[in-house]
């Protein structure tokens, strides 16, 4: 069964670099990973999305091991700002095999 | 900018009613989705659809049916509403033409719906 695993919840501090990781042992061959930001009162908001090795922009750095079967968002020194729910997800489009896998999001607290 | 909009942010309706929530996209995605939001429970996909009148079951559909009759527009339409349907709704659009891991979705800002 596939499945996206993540912590329920982070604390942080400002200044300080939050690491999120989600598992998904059984990612397939075609599959990316994303993840995304959501604020409360808002629908969520895409962060970054990376297939393997490393990814990074302006927000945020994602890591991905070679066997792909975690991922982990990185947020370099946090700020109060950065309080969200964060989720990751595995799209799969494989032939009759088309599903979106949510994990159940990781709340952050950055905390002064 | 891509504006994704719900026709409304709340909403309070009656056991039995039959409840329509619309979600207009502009711009020009191929992609709707219809997700609910509950505690603890995170995001789960009721039904998404690749193109006009085209729709996909997702994981959660029973008691719920869409409609999308124009590119622009996706309906989600609650039949007979129950108690266990007050939830966070949730629209998305996204460019692919069906699922595709490079594609983002864009969403909108939810209805928060109680059924009474």
């Known amino acids: 069964l596939a499945k996206t695993t993540q912590p329920i919840s982070m604390d942080s501090y400002e200044g300080q670099e939050v690491n999120i990781t989600c598992s998904h042992n059984?990612?397939?061959?075609?599959?990316?990973i994303t993840w995304y930001q959501q604020f409360p009162s808002q629908g969520p908001r895409f962060i970054i999305q990376?297939?393997?090795?490393?990814v990074t922009n302006e927000v945020a750095s994602l890591f991905i091991p070679a066997d792909r079967k975690s991922s982990t968002l990185s947020l370099p020194r946090v700020s109060l700002s950065d309080t969200a729910v964060y989720y990751c997800?595995?799209?799969?489009?494989?032939?009759?095999?088309?599903?979106?896998?949510w994990g159940l999001g990781t709340s952050l607290a950055v905390n002064p | 900018d891509v504006k994704v909009t719900q026709s409304s942010r709340y909403l309070v309706k009656r056991t039995g009613e039959k409840v329509f929530l619309e979600c207009v996209q502009d711009?020009?995605?191929?992609?709707m989705f219809w997700y609910r939001q509950d505690p603890g429970l995170g995001l789960r996909l009721i039904y998404f659809?690749?193109?006009?009148?085209?729709?996909e079951k997702g994981d959660i559909p029973e008691g719920y049916s869409v409609s999308r009759e124009k590119k622009e527009r996706f309906s989600l339409i609650l039949e007979s509403a129950s108690t266990n349907q007050t939830s966070m709704y949730l629209c998305?659009?996204?460019?692919?033409?069906?699922?595709?891991?490079?594609?983002?979705?864009?969403f909108g800002p939810g209805t928060r719906l109680t059924v009474l």
């Open positions: 997800l595995v799209v799969r489009n494989a032939g009759n095999n088309r599903k979106l896998i």
């Open positions: 059984n990612i397939a061959t075609n599959d990316y």
């Open positions: 990376g297939y393997k090795t490393k």
């Open positions: 711009m020009d995605h191929e992609n």
């Open positions: 659809s690749y193109d006009v009148k085209m729709k």
């Open positions: 998305a659009s996204s460019f692919s033409v069906g699922l595709s891991g490079t594609d983002t979705q864009y």
